[in-house]
């Protein structure tokens, strides 16, 4: 079965540089939702998107935006780089109309800003 | 606001055994939904079990079993005949209910379990 697809899978950046992470959600999947998961800590909810608006909006810091496209696949926009930011990063996928609209996870990205 | 706590930060169990892991949860909300998921070392996390409020049953996923004690706002992982493969990172997860889909989930802070051989 087709899974949440995540890229990069790893990325190294610079303090002060910009970073793109993108989610394709599986397909028929109308919403996605980004988590933060710092090292040996549970994963923070960033943000979500259903049929492409804002749903729900967690502690995600002002540098990073992100949005949802047409074709559903989602871009999280980082700037300005932290040292704390270093982190896996996790998008998930849902659809609305599903039993228990339980969210699939992606294989996450694992940024390390140096 | 929400709450979820796991207060076993490790748990150990032999092979083939049965093993419970906690969780309990603190929310004002009347319907909600508990999930939980297993990470293992790689990293992914993968979806175990679903709980609804207003279930009656508890549910049950292949070796997984969820035991739900609404009044005690509680909702423990019970893995039977535990398998080497089981050993991970095991997160307790919360949603509230929305009109529309995109609600959070609330983690707890997880219980890493390893299976003996």
């Known amino acids: 079965a087709a899974g949440v697809i995540q890229s990069p899978r790893h990325l190294i950046k610079e303090k002060r540089e910009t970073a793109t992470l993108k989610c394709y959600p599986i397909p028929r999947h109308d919403t996605v939702y980004w988590y933060q998961q710092g090292p040996g800590q549970d994963p923070q909810f960033l943000i979500s998107?259903?049929?492409?608006?804002?749903?729900d909006k967690g502690s995600i810091p002002d540098r990073f935006s992100a949005q949802q496209f047409s074709d559903y696949h989602s871009e999280l926009n980082m700037s300005s780089l932290e040292l704390g930011d270093s982190a896996l990063y996790f998008c998930a996928s849902s659809y609305w109309g599903s039993s228990y609209n339980e969210q699939f996870f992606g294989p996450g990205t694992r940024l390390t800003v140096l | 606001a929400q709450k979820i706590t796991q207060t076993q930060p490790g748990m150990f169990v032999q092979e083939k055994e049965a093993v419970t892991l906690d969780c309990t949860y603190d929310t004002s909300d009347q319907s909600y939904g508990l999930f939980w998921y297993k990470q293992p070392s790689s990293g992914e996390m993968i979806f175990l079990i679903y709980?609804?409020?207003?279930?009656?049953q508890n549910a049950t996923e292949g070796r997984y079993s969820l035991n739900f004690q609404k009044a005690r706002k509680s909702a423990n992982l019970v893995i039977s005949a535990s398998q080497l493969g089981d050993s991970a990172m095991y997160f307790c997860a919360m949603r509230e209910s929305r009109e529309t889909s995109g609600s959070r989930l609330t983690f707890g802070e997880g219980t890493q379990l390893t299976v003996n051989p």
């Open positions: 998107f259903y049929e492409k608006m804002q749903s």
């Open positions: 709980q609804g409020s207003y279930d009656e």
